[in-house]
C-alpha cells in the first residue's frame, strides 16, 4: 500500500509573507512634512505678530504654562539673527526636496532614505533640545512646537520603518552612497542650493524686528516728575494722561511702553505718560502673585526709582525694559555699565527702605484700582487691562 499523500488546503495561507507597497510608507512621510512646513510657516507669522502687533495674543496662550506667545517672546527664539521658526521651514523644504527624488521605487531612491533618515534624526535632536529649554529656561510650553516635535520624532519612525522594508546593507556606506545619489539629480541639486543661498540672503536682508530700542525724548517733549514723585513724559497740559503700571520682566509692557513712547513723540502737546511701577515679584507683591514669578523685578523698579531721583529715570528705565526683554540675569555690572551709574550705588538702592516703600506705595495704588496684571492703565480713574481701547487711540491722535 502505498502511504496517502497530502494536498495543501485551498484556503491555506501563502508561505511567503504579503508586503505593503512602496508609497504605502512614502506618502504619510510627505503628508507629515507638508504639515511640519504649515506649522513652521504659521510659527514665524506668529512671532512677527508678537513683536509688531500690540494688541496680538495667539490663540494658544492658553495659560502661563501653556502659551506660545511666551515662547516666541524668549531670546531662544531667534538663532544665529534667524527666528527658530523660519529655519523650521528651512528644514522642512530641505527634507522636501529631497524626498521629491524618491517618489518612483528604484535602488537609487531608496538609498536617498539613508540621508533623509539622518536629517530625520537630527531634527529630533533639535526638538529634544528645544523641549528641555521649554522646560528649563522659557518655563511655557508652545502647542505648534510641540506638533512639530511629534512630526519630526513621527518623519524619524517612518524613515527607519522604510529602511528596514526596503533598505539593504549597513547605514554608513548606505549614506554616502545616498548623498552621491542625491548630486546625480539636477533638478534637486540646483534646489538645494538655490535654498541655502536663499536663506544666506535672508540672514542679511531680515529686518530685525524682535529688536527694538525706545525712542528718546526729542528737544520739544518735556519730562519731569509730578507731585507725588512718579516720572512722566509728554505734554506739560495734556488733553489725555494715561498712568502706566508696569513691570520690567513683562514682554508686553515693554511692547505697549514702545507704542506709547512713540506716540508721545507724535503728539507731545496733548498726551501725558505717567509711569507707575508694579513689578509682578512675590517678593514685593505676594498678595497678587504668592508663587515666585518675574524674580528680581521688584529690585529692578527700585533702581528705576533711584534713578528717577537722580533726574536719569528714561536712560534706567529703557535699559531695564532692554534687559528684561533679553531675560538675562539681573546685574548691576551691566546695567551700571549701560547707564552711568556704579554697581555699588544701584547694589544699594535694592537694600534702601525708602525706596522699597516707595514701590510698596505704587503698588498699593495699583491695588486700589484692582489691577492683577501688567501691563495696566488708568485714564480719568477708568483701569484696562493689557491694552488701551480703540477709541482712547483715536481721542488721542485727532
Known amino acids: 500500500m502505498t502511504a496517502p499523500t497530502h494536498q495543501a488546503l485551498p484556503n491555506s495561507p501563502p508561505n511567503t509573507k504579503s508586503k505593503r507597497p512602496y508609497h504605502y510608507y512614502t506618502l504619510p512621510v510627505f ?144 549614506f554616502f552612497k545616498g548623498a552621491k545619489q542625491l548630486f546625480q539629480y539636477r533638478c534637486a541639486t540646483i534646489s538645494i542650493i538655490l535654498l541655502i543661498v536663499g536663506f544666506i540672503l535672508l540672514r542679511f536682508l531680515l529686518s530685525p524686528y524682535w529688536l527694538y530700542s525706545f525712542p528718546s525724548p526729542g528737544t520739544d517733549v518735556s519730562h519731569g516728575i509730578t507731585k507725588e514723585g512718579h516720572p512722566w513724559i509728554g505734554a506739560d497740559n495734556p488733553t489725555v494722561t494715561i498712568h502706566e503700571y508696569a513691570d520690567y520682566q513683562c514682554f508686553q509692557c515693554g511692547k505697549m511702553h514702545l507704542f506709547l513712547r512713540q506716540l508721545v513723540n507724535e503728539y507731545p502737546d496733548t498726551l501725558r505718560l505717567v509711569h507707575h511701577h508694579y513689578p509682578m515679584d512675590h517678593e514685593f507683591n505676594a498678595l497678587i502673585v504668592p508663587e515666585p514669578f518675574h524674580i528680581g523685578s521688584g529690585k529692578m523698579a527700585m533702581i528705576a526709582i533711584y534713578a528717577g531721583a537722580k533726574g536719569k529715570f528714561w536712560e534706567m528705565n529703557d535699559a531695564l525694559y532692554s534687559l528684561g526683554r533679553e531675560k538675562q540675569p539681573f546685574n548691576t555690572r551691566t546695567l551700571a555699565a549701560m547707564t552711568g551709574f556704579s554697581p555699588g550705588e544701584l547694589t544699594a538702592a535694592t537694600k534702601h527702605p525708602q525706596i522699597r516703600e516707595f514701590l510698596l506705595a505704587d503698588i498699593r495704588s495699583g491695588m486700589r484700582y484692582g489691577i492683577t496684571g501688567t501691563p495696566s492703565y488708568v485714564i480719568d480713574e477708568q483701569v484696562y487691562q493689557g491694552s488701551l481701547p480703540p477709541e482712547i487711540l483715536k481721542s488721542i491722535m485727532q
Open 31 to 174: 503628508i507629515l512634512v507638508v504639515l511640519g512646513l504649515v506649522d513652521s510657516v504659521y510659527l514665524a507669522y506668529l512671532h512677527v505678530q508678537n513683536y509688531t502687533d500690540i494688541s496680538f495674543s495667539s490663540f494658544c496662550a492658553l495659560s502661563k504654562s501653556i502659551n506660545c506667545d511666551t515662547v516666541s517672546q524668549s531670546p531662544w527664539s531667534i538663532l544665529f539673527g534667524v527666528p527658530i521658526a523660519l529655519w523650521g521651514v528651512g528644514s522642512y523644504l530641505l527634507f522636501l526636496i529631497i524626498l521629491s527624488t524618491t517618489f518612483r521605487k528604484s535602488k537609487e531612491a531608496v538609498s536617498i532614505w539613508y540621508v533623509l533618515f539622518s536629517l530625520s534624526l537630527l531634527y529630533s535632536t533639535v526638538s529634544v533640545y528645544f523641549s528641555y529649554l521649554s522646560s528649563t529656561k522659557i518655563n511655557a510650553y508652545c502647542i505648534l512646537c510641540f506638533l512639530s516635535y511629534v512630526i519630526n520624532f513621527s518623519i524619524l519612525f517612518l524613515c527607519f520603518i522604510i529602511l528596514r522594508r526596503f533598505g539593504a546593507g549597513s547605514f554608513i556606506p548606505g
